[in-house]
């Protein structure tokens, strides 16, 4: 069958090529239709993985709590009735709630000015400790995290963010040298690796920004640098949530632990990475319906188009086809060698459709700054969908020519 069928293929190129102008214009439906699916989904590829990364910085498994900021005269109020995030906080829920498993606390430093013996920078200091770093799935590039004995030491030590290690030592050397923040000198043990995040919003919600801050001991921040008196003594909490537990319904008891101890009063928000996540692919799920509803409808413009230029084929080809017949050919030949051109004409608008998708995906996401990663899956679906339409719009002209009376085709003018 494929030897029968290849010579047809060849004959429909020849075809083609002596209608140039006619044949651009069918495979133009083609192109545009598998060029929209490719960059629809390699599009939506590439929201998800990025999704993934930025879920991945939360971490999946934990619930986040932040502190609210409010002006001066409405956190008087508010610290009538509650102190705010506390380590205390942190305590209850991991010796009360049996589904977390691990935990972390940050503090927030307001800083004035930040040096070291290299250079100057404009960066954060947070004082964490030493499971934020896994927690928020941080790897150092150079040298360690911070550990428990740095934080029972009230030990003067941080970790840099990339960019921040970057501004205050350029030639890349910052370990075991020392960096003044605000009036308190640091040894720095650690340097982290450059975030994978393009973004530092997800949802809504403000992530990433690591790579701009120096982490110390939570405790050495608490005792070593001021705040204002009003704040909390956390801005923010990780709860780790054990596997077998759903984070939706875990956030359920959390949030009636500190409703209690922060007696009813509004000064902390929970966010759920799980429920970001559903959020999204619910979000991505949407837009996939959307794009594949206008992808389908060019593709189907470039079948119908497909269909009529075979019946016009079939018109102008009457007489040949007569011959054919008279020669010997079946009506099955006259239908293969029908079904070959549209087939030939789908593969070759299938073929620079995914060029076409590939080279769109890349131009929409370099103008939009979306993530965009190639899909195998989406150039074989493409491709396979146009072999459909092409072999399915070209039946009917395949037919229509196979039935012909012969003896009325040769005498046709």
């Known amino acids: ?240 949530i054990s596997d077998d537990v759903d984070p939706m319904i875990a956030a359920k008891g959390v949030s009636q632990l500190f409703k209690l101890r922060h007696g009813e009063a509004e000064d902390y928000q929970m966010i759920i990475p799980a429920a970001l996540l559903a959020q999204q692919k619910q979000t991505q799920q949407i837009f996939n319906i959307v794009m594949a509803c206008v992808a389908g409808i060019s593709l189907l413009v470039g079948g119908i188009g497909i269909m009529n230029i075979m019946l016009a084929n079939v018109l102008e080809r009457t007489k040949e086809i007569g011959l054919l017949r008279a020669v010997g050919a079946t009506q099955q030949d006259i239908k293969l060698q029908f079904i070959a051109e549209s087939f030939t004409i789908s593969v070759l608008g299938g073929l620079l459709g995914i060029v076409f998708g590939l080279a769109l995906s890349e131009i929409i996401g370099f103008y939009s700054g979306w993530a965009v990663s190639w899909s195998m899956v989406a150039i074989f679906l493409s491709l396979t969908i146009c072999m459909a339409v092409g072999v399915g719009f070209g039946v009917f002209p395949a037919i229509k020519a196979s039935q012909l009376n012969p003896i009325e085709a040769l005498h046709s003018d």
Not at 92 to 119: I, M, N
């Open 1 to 240: 069958m494929i030897g029968r069928f290849f010579p047809l293929i060849i004959d429909a190129l020849e075809e083609m090529a002596a209608h140039k102008l006619r044949t651009l214009l069918t495979l133009l439906g083609m192109i545009f239709g598998v060029g929209a699916v490719i960059a629809m989904l390699n599009i939506g590829e590439g929201a998800e993985r990025q999704a993934l990364k930025m879920i991945d910085s939360m971490g999946l498994r934990n619930l986040i709590i932040e502190s609210k900021v409010f002006a001066n005269e409405e956190l008087n109020e508010i610290r009538q009735e509650s102190l705010g995030l506390t380590l205390a906080d942190v305590e209850a829920a991991a010796s009360t709630l049996p589904f977390v498993v691990d935990h972390s606390a940050e503090r927030r430093v307001k800083t004035q000015s930040v040096y070291s013996s290299d250079g100057k920078a404009d960066v954060n200091l947070v004082g964490v400790t030493a499971n934020h770093f896994s927690l928020s799935n941080m790897h150092t590039e150079q040298g360690r995290t911070l550990t428990d004995e740095d934080d029972k030491a009230v030990a003067q030590v941080a970790v840099l963010g990339s960019s921040a290690a970057k501004q205050l030592f350029p030639d890349g050397n910052a370990l075991g040298k020392y960096v003044k923040v605000n009036h308190l000198w640091v040894q720095v043990v650690g340097v982290l690796a450059a975030p994978y995040m393009a973004k530092d919003e997800f949802q809504g919600v403000k992530i990433g920004g690591d790579s701009t801050r120096i982490f110390v001991p939570l405790s050495t921040s608490l005792k070593k640098l001021n705040s204002n008196a009003l704040a909390s003594e956390l801005d923010m909490i990780k709860l780790k």
